[in-house]
């Protein structure tokens, strides 16, 4: 089985920063792309970011120029700093991996709440 774990959220002014955390454990071989997606009561769930094992980023447009996604391979750990938070940004965050294992291979995070104050 795969684990991932979140950290970081919490509630911040708008204009202010947070960092998100995506902690993958358990046993596989690697892991490919990692995405950060986000959802608020009643929507669907939206890409925010993703990245790939290369390092390769992709960003909504909402959050391009604010967000930056960036990973460690060898922490096995993904993280999104957000910068010049805005209220709209609240939401519960979630990770996503895709992993190289035997069996089931794409997992999610059980999330993280941020709320932006205005």
């Known amino acids: 089985q795969v684990q991932l774990v979140e950290s970081g959220g919490g509630l911040v002014q708008a204009g202010g920063s947070l960092r998100l955390s995506c902690a993958a454990s358990?046993?596989?071989?690697?892991?490919?792309?990692m995405i950060w997606y986000r959802q608020t009561p009643g929507a669907e769930r939206e890409l925010v970011a993703s990245?790939?094992?290369?390092?390769?980023?992709n960003y909504a447009d909402a959050v391009k120029g604010r967000f930056t996604i960036s990973r460690d391979n060898a922490k096995k750990t993904m993280y999104l700093q957000m910068n010049s938070l805005k209220p709209e940004d609240t939401a519960v965050y979630y990770c996503?991996?895709?992993?190289?294992?035997?069996?089931?291979?794409?997992?999610w995070g059980q999330g993280t709440q941020v709320t932006v104050s205005s």
């Open positions: 996503y991996a895709d992993v190289v294992r035997v069996g089931k291979n794409t997992y």
């Open positions: 990245i790939t094992r290369e390092g390769v980023t």
């Open positions: 358990g046993i596989f071989f690697s892991i490919n792309t």
